[in-house]
């Protein structure tokens, strides 16, 4: 077993496509959401703007180069239930149909100290969006955070974090409302020491074996955040985790994080896009940056990073 797992280590990166980090800095790109559209990468980040846009979107033809090409929501596009001036985080951009895309993102509403997740929707990648004129998931007695949409088919399911647990629940066919009949579902929760008290930034990866579920765990403001895998038959779960995180701070970057995994440009390997803080600069007032890194597996199934 011993010798099979280094024969995969080497063919895998052998092949696997080597990044100069950070691909996306000089300012802050938290929280990457990316996807590939037509053959070209987008990369939706946690950023705002002094003139009121929100979420920057960035494109790329390799996932090194990046081209700021606008803002998923302009000044005049933000949903009427928002407060402008309150945290926007964790943009997520999905295709459902040829030239049919959804963004999905936390705020705040204008009267309520509690988060919410809006929906929103672009004949084009790039925007503008239009949101709907009322969240799509409000609880107010959880922090709904870091949506991401997973898709089998026709079949489409909202997963979030909430205050201790990550959530769930099946979506109509466009993306916009709830199906009938669906419920909430308590997916998976912090329950290794690494984690300490929160999980979050669910992305989700199908593999012909299982759904793997790439997430965050502990605080984003330290080098301790890291990045977990899961894995589980049903979208819904239950979930068997890995262990102990696949990507962590190393001598050159701390606390990465927060990641979106995309198909290489022949669409045979896997590639991990992630923020993180250059060594020495964890944390506020500095930015968090944007890196790229290829994703291998195992002979046991399980992903693993592999160096750059």
């Known amino acids: 077993m011993q010798f099979l797992a280094l024969a995969s280590l080497f063919i895998v990166g ?7 980090n950070p691909v996306l800095a000089g300012a802050d790109y938290p929280d990457p959401g990316v996807i590939k559209v037509n ?39 933000l949903p009427v239930y928002s407060d402008p001036n309150a945290n926007w985080w964790a943009p ?12 999905y ?11 919410i997740i809006a929906a929103c929707t672009s004949g084009n ?23 991401t949409l ?25 993306g916009l409302s709830f199906a009938e009949g669906s419920e909430v579902r308590q997916i998976m929760r912090n329950d290794l020491p690494w984690e300490e008290s929160i999980i979050e930034g669910p992305w989700y990866v199908r593999r012909p074996d299982a759904w793997y579920m790439f997430y965050s765990g502990n605080g984003f403001c330290g080098d301790r955040y890291a990045v977990g895998v899961a894995r589980s038959r049903d979208i819904l779960g239950p979930f ?3 262990g102990d995180p696949i990507l962590h701070s190393d001598d050159r970057t701390k606390g990465p994080g927060h990641c979106s995994v995309v198909k290489d440009l022949n669409n045979a390997d896997d590639v991990m896009v992630y923020h993180g803080y250059p060594t020495g600069q964890v ?9 790229a890194q290829s994703v291998g597996w195992g002979p046991d199934g399980w992903p693993f990073m592999i160096p750059n």
């Open 283 to 291: 944390c506020d007032p500095f930015p968090r940056v944007m890196y």
């Open 240 to 242: 068997e985790k890995r």
């Open 105 to 115: 993102f936390t705020t705040r509403s204008r009267d309520a100290e509690f988060w």
């Open 92 to 103: 997520e951009i999905h295709q459902i149909g040829e030239n049919d895309f959804r963004l």
């Open 39 to 77: 053959g070209q990468y987008y990369a939706v980040t946690t950023s705002n703007s002094p003139d009121g846009h929100k979420f920057p979107i960035h494109v790329s033809n390799d996932l090194q180069n990046w081209n700021f090409v606008g803002w998923a929501l302009p000044d005049g596009f």
């Open 14 to 20: 052998a092949s696997a496509r080597v990044f100069n």
């Open 125 to 147: 990648v790039i925007g503008p969006y239009n949101c709907l004129d009322h969240p799509i998931q409000i609880d107010p007695t959880q922090n709904n955070l870091d949506a």
């Open 150 to 174: 997973v898709q089998d088919g026709d079949r489409k399911f909202l997963i979030w974090k909430g205050n201790e647990w990550m959530f769930g629940r099946e979506l109509n066919r466009d």
